[in-house]
């Protein structure tokens, strides 16, 4: 490739770090930008109180396959960084009590989900029958020519019953596409529940991280790129033109032009960084409808360090807190991470009520355990785009009608919510799009 001929990713995510990667592995070195002082975007670690937590408690799971692939990649250990458990489900109720139990024997898919459902604790013979006919419901959805209903409505179509959609499906929904299942897209969650349960049996097993993640792709990516000549400038890209045949990037005190630029930002900055090109007005007018976002809340709660769980994650049936994690695993023993997906009740009390009120949750599920030594709240207010009915049909692809501008991020066409696996496939997609564009290959 000539050496003028340069690329910008503007945006140090995991889908700006994907991209970044696959095209310095091909030879391209590129210039990555970031605005804020940690690499990671909306998956990042921050430093608080001698702890080094994540601004949203993440879970990964088997089926994330590109997402496994990039770390080892870039040399990262899955077998060390991750603890594998096999597909396992426990959910306690208000008064700590087990209301569900479901855990998968080591059988070929999909015998491991049918094996799991039958002998789930919680759910009467009947709930059970109905939830494994609702999961041969999952091959049919996404080829069906209807139309795209919300999850809860979808529930009841398929007759599952309030109780098993409270116990199961509706936890399911909010951790997977962080949107209620009154508004979340059922075709989505279809899609999700398919490739996690019925393909490969350890597409299910769960990957509790051991480091946080920052450790796990940010920090030794960009050690990666850096061993390749791609340098992450830290400064904030305010604007991008279209200037004579190249794209102008400028933030304050920087000017510069580059032939390739991938916007790798979030779906609510996006649409305010295109250039004000009329090609782009149709797109423009579809990324403005996927700006509604929704929160993730994470609550850190120190407690003595003898203080643990029987299973490193735990589902809570009433709120405010949804799911509770061991950080034992990742080296901080007596850590809680109570996290709270999507909208609700919660995002209207401040910060130190969020706090007690999740405090006084944990004192009546686990009465033996003592006070919280200290605690913190963090809210991640657009975590992620709101996965509503329909919005398959807005999400954009990669190539923008603009030559040279691309786009790259877990709002694009993956078919997947708002996920880490979603994001880095993204990035990549949207790398070799770039490589197999004529563009490059002229210049090559």
Known sequence: MKPDHRIAIVGAGWAGLAAAITLARHGRPVT???????????????ERKGMMLDNGQHLFIGAY????????????DIETAFRRLPLSLEMLDEHGQQALRLRAPALPAPLHLLAAL????????????RALRFGASWLRFDRSTEADVDVASWLREQGQTPRLC???????CLAVMNTPPAEASARIFARVLRDAFLHRRQNADLLIPRRSLG?????????????????LVHRRITAITCDDGKLRLQGRGFDARFDQVILATGHHVTPGLLPQDPRLDQLRRRLSALVHSEPVCTVYLRYPEPVRLDHPMLGLLDGPGQWIFDRRVDGHPGVMAVVISANGPHMHLSREALF??????????F??????????????????????VGIDALRPGNATPVPGLWLAGDFT??????????????????ALSILDSPTAQAVA
């Open 118 to 129: 039958l002998g789930a604790r919680g759910l009467s013979a009947v709930e059970r029958l």
């Open 166 to 172: 409270q116990r199961l499906w509706h936890p399911l």
């Open 32 to 46: 990555l930008f970031e605005a804020a002082p940690e690499a990671g975007g909306r998956a990042r670690s921050l």
């Open 356 to 365: 007690r009120s999740v405090i006084r949750q944990l004192a009546a599920l």
């Open 215 to 231: 450790e796990l792709l940010p920090r030794p990516a960009l050690a990666w790129l850096e061993d390749r000549q791609t340098a």
């Open 367 to 388: 009465p033996h355990w003592p006070a919280p030594d200290d605690g913190l709240v963090v809210r991640e207010k657009r975590a992620t785009f709101r996965a509503g």
């Open 413 to 430: 066409g993956t078919g997947y919510p708002a996920t880490l696996e979603g994001a880095v496939r993204s990035g990549l997609q949207c």
């Open 65 to 76: 396959r590109e997402t496994l692939a990039l770390m080892q990649l870039i040399g990262i």
